[in-house]
C-alpha cells in the first residue's frame, strides 16, 4: 500500500495550459504539503495545510491554488503554465505534532 | 547567507569507507533535526530524527548534533553502493508549525 500517492507521475504540456496533480495519504496525518524540487535538488515548500486549513503559503504566483476537500487529499492546480514551472513537485504529509515528513514518489512537470 | 549550507558534492567514496556528511546552520532556534535520502527519480525518505543535540545511531547510520557550533553530521558506516544517493539534511523550530527549512543535499557515490 502506497502511504503517499501522486498522479501523474509524468506530465508533459504547454505553454499556457492549466494542470492539476493530485496527492492522496493513507497514513492519518493532519497535516500535507507540496514541495517544488529544481533541477538542482533543492526542495522549496509551496504550501502546507492541517486538517483542510492553509497554514504555510510560501510565496509563489497566484497561478497556483491548492485545494483540500479533506484531509487526507491536497490536490494543486497550475493554471497558464509557465517554462520555469518545469520541475518535480512533491506532495508529502505529517503528523500534526511532528516534523517527520513522508513523501510521494514526485510528479515531474515539463513545460514546453 | 543560506539558513542552512549543505555541501551539494559529489562525494565519491569506495565501498566500505566512513562517509561523513555535514550541513551548518545559522538559528539558533532550530530543535528538530533531520537526514532525509532521496534515490534518483523518488522521494526524499526520513533516514534519522534528532531533537536537541546529542548523538544517534541506527545501524550503520549516526546522526551527531552540535548545537554550540550549529552543526550536524551524518556518518555512514561501511558504506554500500546502494547508499549512493542524495542526502538532505532538514530543521525547524519550536512554534514554527515544523516548517522544515532544507539544506540543498550532497551526492554521494559509493564506488564499488
Known amino acids: 500500500d502506497t502511504a503517499v500517492s501522486q498522479t501523474p507521475k509524468y506530465l508533459v504540456t504547454q505553454m499556457g495550459n492549466d494542470k492539476s496533480i493530485k496527492c492522496e495519504q493513507n497514513?492519518?496525518?493532519?497535516?500535507m504539503y507540496w514541495y517544488k524540487q529544481d533541477s538542482k535538488k533543492f526542495l522549496k515548500i509551496m504550501f502546507s495545510?492541517?486538517?483542510?486549513?492553509?497554514?504555510i503559503n510560501e510565496t509563489v504566483p497566484n497561478r497556483f491554488s491548492p485545494k483540500s476537500p479533506d484531509k487526507a487529499h491536497l490536490n494543486l492546480h497550475i493554471n497558464s503554465l509557465e517554462l520555469g514551472d518545469s520541475a518535480v513537485y512533491f506532495c508529502?504529509?505529517?503528523?500534526?505534532?511532528?516534523?517527520?515528513?513522508?513523501f510521494g514518489e514526485g510528479s515531474r512537470l515539463t513545460v514546453l | 547567507q543560506k539558513e542552512v549550507e549543505q555541501d551539494p558534492g559529489p562525494l565519491s567514496v569506495p565501498e566500505g569507507a566512513i562517509v561523513s556528511l555535514n550541513c551548518t546552520y545559522s538559528n539558533s532556534a532550530f530543535q528538530y533535526f533531520m537526514w532525509y535520502r532521496q534515490y534518483s527519480r523518488k522521494g526524499p525518505e526520513l533516514l534519522m530524527y534528532?531533537?536537541s543535540s546529542g548523538n544517534k545511531e541506527d545501524g550503520r547510520f549516526t546522526a551527531q548534533v552540535d548545537k554550540s557550533s550549529k552543526y550536524i553530521s551524518l556518518f555512514i558506516r561501511d558504506s554500500q553502493p546502494s547508499d549512493s544517493a542524495t542526502y538532505l539534511c532538514a530543521m525547524s523550530a519550536l512554534g514554527s508549525n515544523y516548517q522544515l527549512i532544507w539544506g540543498a543535499g550532497t551526492k554521494l557515490i559509493i564506488k564499488p
Open positions: 495545510y492541517n486538517n483542510k486549513e492553509l497554514i
Open positions: 534528532t531533537y
Open positions: 497514513l492519518g496525518h493532519d497535516t
Open positions: 508529502a504529509s505529517s503528523r500534526a505534532e511532528a516534523g517527520e515528513l513522508f
